[in-house]
């Protein structure tokens, strides 16, 4: 989004709020600009960036990058360098869906398991009545070959300008890369995890005064116990940054 990105660990992350980072897509969009790549990074990915030198460049070629961890957040403070919060994919995807409804911008959903992007634009045509959900397609397709052509001339076919990219990571931001200039027509492509999951209400999000916390993650462990060893990036990296801080290093 700018060239004054602030970098946590070899990630670019756009220093913007919730409607700052709406406001930039809305009029990226409406300046026709195509393949925006949108990605929101949570303390996990930045691990594993940490650890794969080419998914970290995939991160950084994005158009937008947002902080979408509590995590991110206190490693900016460690750093020296604060961001001004946390900014939820989830919620971006709802604002982005929200002026996509006002300003007419057809929205293709991709990704999560048979009938949830399809409960999803259901339940995201009742929040928002003008909205033009052009196509839906789960996440269970082979990413290269033939499946994905057939994926790809869909969603051309479609008229999509709007890609939601539900395929977790960080095989969405790989999908995204190696494909964005074979969707032509699509303004922003958005690499959103679970997010079809949350608004077709097969997953809640944590109460409020888990996110108020911090504690989003720990609600998800509670939730979902198998998480751990996933979870276990997060004290890596949290330590991590204090040696990296410690060692000097910006």
Request: glycine fraction near 12%; proline fraction near 4%; include cysteine.
């Given at each position: 989004?700018?060239?004054?990105?602030?970098?946590?660990?070899?990630?670019?992350?756009d220093?913007?709020?919730?409607?700052?980072?709406?406001?930039?897509l809305?009029?990226?969009?409406g300046?026709?600009?195509?393949?925006s790549?949108?990605?929101?990074?949570?303390?996990?990915?930045?691990q594993?960036?940490?650890?794969?030198?080419?998914?970290?460049?995939?991160?950084?070629?994005?158009a937008?990058?947002?902080?979408?961890?509590?995590?991110?957040?206190?490693?900016?403070?460690?750093?020296?360098?604060?961001?001004?919060?946390?900014?939820?994919?989830?919620?971006?995807?709802r604002?982005?869906?929200?002026?996509?409804?006002?300003?007419?911008l057809?929205?293709?959903?991709?990704?999560g398991?048979p009938?949830?992007?399809?409960?999803?634009?259901?339940k995201m045509?009742?929040?928002?009545?003008?909205?033009?959900?052009?196509?839906?397609?789960?996440?269970?397709?082979?990413?290269?070959?033939e499946e994905?052509?057939?994926v790809?001339?869909?969603?051309?076919?479609?008229?999509?300008k709007?890609?939601?990219?539900?395929?977790?990571?960080?095989?969405?931001?790989?999908?995204i890369?190696?494909?964005?200039?074979?969707?032509?027509?699509?303004q922003?492509?958005?690499?959103?995890?679970?997010?079809?999951?949350?608004?077709?209400?097969t997953?809640?999000?944590?109460?409020?005064?888990?996110?108020?916390?911090?504690?989003e993650?720990?609600y998800?462990?509670?939730?979902?116990p198998?998480?751990?060893?996933?979870?276990?990036?997060?004290?890596?990296?949290?330590?991590?940054?204090?040696?990296y801080?410690?060692?000097?290093?910006?």
């Amino acid at each position: 989004m700018s060239d004054t990105r602030i970098n946590i660990r070899g990630v670019g992350f756009d220093n913007v709020t919730l409607a700052e980072a709406a406001d930039f897509l809305r009029r990226r969009a409406g300046e026709g600009v195509c393949g925006s790549a949108v990605f929101t990074p949570n303390s996990e990915i930045v691990q594993m960036c940490i650890e794969d030198a080419a998914l970290c460049a995939t991160v950084n070629s994005a158009a937008l990058v947002i902080p979408d961890g509590i995590g991110v957040v206190k490693a900016a403070r460690i750093l020296g360098t604060p961001l001004k919060g946390k900014v939820a994919g989830v919620e971006l995807g709802r604002e982005v869906l929200a002026f996509a409804a006002e300003d007419g911008l057809p929205v293709y959903f991709l990704g999560g398991k048979p009938g949830v992007a399809e409960a999803a634009a259901e339940k995201m045509r009742e929040a928002y009545p003008a909205l033009q959900i052009c196509g839906m397609h789960d996440g269970y397709f082979q990413k290269s070959g033939e499946e994905n052509d057939a994926v790809l001339n869909l969603i051309n076919e479609s008229g999509a300008k709007i890609l939601f990219v539900c395929l977790g990571a960080p095989a969405q931001e790989k999908w995204i890369a190696q494909n964005k200039d074979r969707l032509p027509g699509v303004q922003i492509l958005m690499g959103l995890g679970g997010s079809l999951d949350v608004y077709a209400g097969t997953v809640k999000r944590a109460p409020k005064i888990f996110i108020k916390l911090g504690l989003e993650w720990l609600y998800r462990l509670l939730k979902e116990p198998r998480r751990i060893g996933r979870m276990m990036s997060l004290p890596k990296f949290y330590f991590g940054t204090w040696r990296y801080k410690l060692a000097g290093k910006k």
